[in-house]
């Protein structure tokens, strides 16, 4: 049931560059407050089991084929003569996710978006917490639009009434139609402060992936993780 998604208390992100590295910012601050964390992500390096991970660890394999078999002898049961096919692998892996994160009873899920946003199978979600948009960029552009501005609007499809929203810095021409589609939806689309604003005394945090750009990933997922708690009527 689409409803019971509601209880995982999501965090949704999209974007072109960064929000696969958002969203692993953002799950290890709120685990680091004691919180059971599911993170369902894309594309895994090695194994599959890589996408979809309890408190930072890629699930077991005995949990991978428990609850594979579970989502599939289900969807065996229940599909009609006219569908006759299993879902598609993303597709699948998704609705598997899920599966896991209302099993597994977790505080809260981040959701990576695979492609785009608007028409993505994550998208299914009606009530997150919290949505983010990392940088845009050109990308998927048979599936998503030939321009920036395409993407973006595409990317503005996890946009939810009154469900906040954080950006970071993007081309004026995106970030317009970011805007535009936010006021559309009735979604508040706030835009991340520099990172130097959380850092005091001139001492840099230390993030654990290098690079100037994952300063911007991480004054993202601080964002998202601060909503978040004060959502849920934690201190942030």
Not at 120 to 137: A, E, F, H, Q
């Amino acid at each position: 049931q689409v409803e019971d998604l509601d209880q995982l208390n999501i965090i949704h992100v999209t974007g072109t560059k960064g929000k696969g590295s958002t969203c692993a910012f953002a799950e290890q601050i709120l685990r680091n407050c004691g919180l059971k964390t599911g993170f369902y992500s894309s594309p895994h390096l090695v194994q599959v089991r890589e996408r979809i991970r309890i408190n930072g660890m890629p699930i077991s394999k005995e949990l991978f084929s428990k609850y594979f078999w579970q989502v599939y002898n289900r969807l065996e049961e229940t599909k009609s003569d006219d569908l006759c096919s299993m879902p598609a692998y993303f597709r699948f892996l998704t609705i598997m996710a899920f599966h896991v994160f209302l099993q597994e009873k977790v505080d809260l899920a981040l959701l990576e978006v695979g492609i785009g946003g608007a028409y993505d199978c994550t998208n299914i979600i009606r009530k997150p917490i919290v949505c983010g948009i990392s940088s845009l960029g050109i990308d998927h552009t048979a599936i998503l639009g030939d321009t920036i501005e395409k993407i973006a609007w595409q990317k503005a499809g996890i946009f939810k009434p009154g469900v906040p929203a954080f950006t970071v810095p993007q081309p004026a021409s995106p970030l317009e139609v970011l805007r535009n589609r936010a006021q559309e939806i009735g979604c508040p689309l706030y835009m991340c402060p520099d990172l130097a604003e959380f850092e005091e005394n001139g001492i840099s945090l230390h993030l654990g992936l290098a690079g100037d750009h994952q300063r911007i990933n991480a004054s993202l997922a601080l964002q998202l993780a601060q909503t978040w708690l004060q959502n849920q009527g934690c201190q942030g």
